[in-house]
């Protein structure tokens, strides 16, 4: 079976695009699956860049084809923020409570639609000769509390309107539906399947 890497670490985050792409005829392994790891330092300006960095650096250290995304939520009434600092948003020993104390004390000042948000993935895959991006986003609100028991990070904050929930109310199906990840990955699976039409895979490694 082919094999890709999925450059992360966190289990939640794998689990879903496990989830996503269980259809196809890939195994997926996470960096945790890896006798080395490494840190890879998110430099980048976008979510693009980010990603291609990750991929990049595992790719170097795997010769694996590398699935590599990055994501995060973009307010337009903090000017976009958190964005590419959505997993940092409290400080560097920042968690998913602290991140989201700070978003809601931030949003105080907003009501209505200026409390409008969207979450924002891209996701870059690369092999030995190129690397390919995807970008998907849903659109939501976030609202003054948390509501729900599922997800992580922002989820139990962020409200998707044409449903009534927020993304920690969902089901895993659900929120695989219509999350901004699963846009994404979406993409990804329509080229993956042309792609692996097409592969020589002796060619993919370094």
Aim: proline share 4%; net charge neutral; aromatic share 10%.
């Amino acid at each position: 079976m082919f094999k890709i890497l999925v450059a992360t670490g966190n289990k939640h985050k794998l689990d879903e695009i496990r989830e996503i792409l269980a259809d196809l005829p890939v195994r997926l392994i996470g960096t945790f699956d890896l006798p080395r790891k490494i840190e890879v330092e998110e430099t980048g300006r976008t979510f693009a860049e980010n990603a291609a960095l990750k991929a990049r650096a595992y790719f170097e250290l795997t010769g694996l084809p590398v699935l590599a995304d990055d994501s995060g939520l973009e307010v337009p009434a903090l000017n976009n923020a958190p964005g590419i600092h959505s997993a940092r948003f409290a400080g560097e020993d920042a968690n998913y409570e602290k991140n989201n104390a700070l978003l809601l004390k931030k949003m105080e000042p907003f009501s209505g639609d200026e409390r409008k948000a969207r979450f924002v993935c891209t996701v870059c895959f690369k092999d030995k000769e190129n690397e390919w991006f995807f970008t998907g986003t849903t659109e939501g609100l976030i609202l003054t509390s948390l509501k729900g028991k599922g997800g992580f990070g922002y989820d139990p904050l962020f409200l998707v309107p044409e449903l009534g929930k927020t993304y920690a109310e969902l089901s895993g199906e659900e929120k695989n539906k219509i999350s901004h990840r699963a846009k994404a990955l979406e993409q990804f699976k329509i080229f993956i399947e042309d792609y692996l039409k097409k592969i020589d895979i002796s060619r993919l490694k370094p």
